[in-house]
């Protein structure tokens, strides 16, 4: 499997309830390793353009509403078969159907305040570190 980044973000809610280092973690116990990382709270503007593609969904003023609504820890991360191994990590959107262990499981309250994003595609990925990234804020080890 190819090397890969992803980019991941603790939603505001992850943020709150102070479990930033836990969820890290869990990303280097399963050999992702974090290359570039950010806190920030998101203007409408900044959440609106991140999330562009569900502009048309019926959940998209409360989803923008929510990752405004306090800081979001933002990183990239490294390694094999990173995009999808962070979704495992994190599990189902809806936390109902999320397998137990993984972060939406232990730390997600609903489908809206549900405690981790991670990119979906290779596509998805390079786009949305390149939202929050410039390269030379990019610390790659390998
Ligand atoms: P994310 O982009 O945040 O990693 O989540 P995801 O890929 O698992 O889910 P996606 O379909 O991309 O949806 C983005 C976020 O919108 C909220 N959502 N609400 N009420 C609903 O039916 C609904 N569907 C999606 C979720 O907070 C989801 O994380
Ligand atoms: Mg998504």
Known sequence: MATERTLSIIKPDAVAKNVIGD?????EK???QIVGAKMLHLSKEQAEGFYAEHKERGFFADLVS????GPVMVQ????EGAIAKNRELMGATN???AA?????????SSIDANAAHGS???ESAAR????FFQDNELCPRS
């Open 23 to 27: 969820i890290y973690s869990r990303f």
């Open 100 to 108: 137990p262990g993984t972060i939406r499981a232990d730390f997600a």
């Open 95 to 97: 936390p109902k159907e």
């Open 66 to 69: 929510f990752m405004t609504s």
């Open 128 to 131: 949305e570190i390149s939202y």
């Open 76 to 79: 990239v991360l490294e390694g």
């Open 120 to 122: 979906d595609a290779p």
């Open 30 to 32: 399963a050999g992702l």
